[in-house]
Nanobody
Framework: QVQLVESGGGLVQAGGSLRLSCAASRSINGFNNMGWHRQAPGKQRELVASITRGGSTNYADSVKGRFTISKNNAENTVYLQMNSLNPEDTAVYYC????????????WGQGTQVTVSS
């Protein structure tokens, strides 16, 4: 069973920065895609950013230019650098890893809280 452990969340003022980390229990080269999702109170979970095995990245429009996803294969860790944070970024941030074929398998971390004060 794959374990994903997030860290780096916390309370920050608007305009500040945080870096989230997601440490995997096995080589992240085995995942086709890894990503960060977030869920704010009363809202659906949404994709924030993702990165493929080859390093291609994808971002939600709301975070483009402010957030950067990256990975360190040697450390089996994926990062999310978040700059220019605003209160709308407040949410629980979850790490996700996916593999396929033959079937799609999706793994989730336990989440880390990010709170941005105005």
């Amino acid at each position: 069973q794959v374990q994903l452990v997030e860290s780096g969340g916390g309370l920050v003022q608007a305009g500040g920065s945080l870096r989230l980390s997601c440490a995997a229990s096995r080589s992240i080269n085995g995942f086709n895609n890894m990503g960060w999702h977030r869920q704010a109170p009363g809202k659906q979970r949404e994709l924030v950013a993702s990165i493929t095995r080859g390093g291609s990245t994808n971002y939600a429009d709301s975070v483009k230019g402010r957030f950067t996803i990256s990975k360190n294969n040697a450390e089996n860790t994926v990062y999310l650098q978040m700059n220019s944070l605003n209160p709308e970024d407040t949410a629980v941030y979850y790490c996700n890893a996916r593999t396929w074929p033959p079937i799609l398998r999706s793994y989730w971390g336990q989440g880390t809280q990010v709170t941005v004060s105005s």
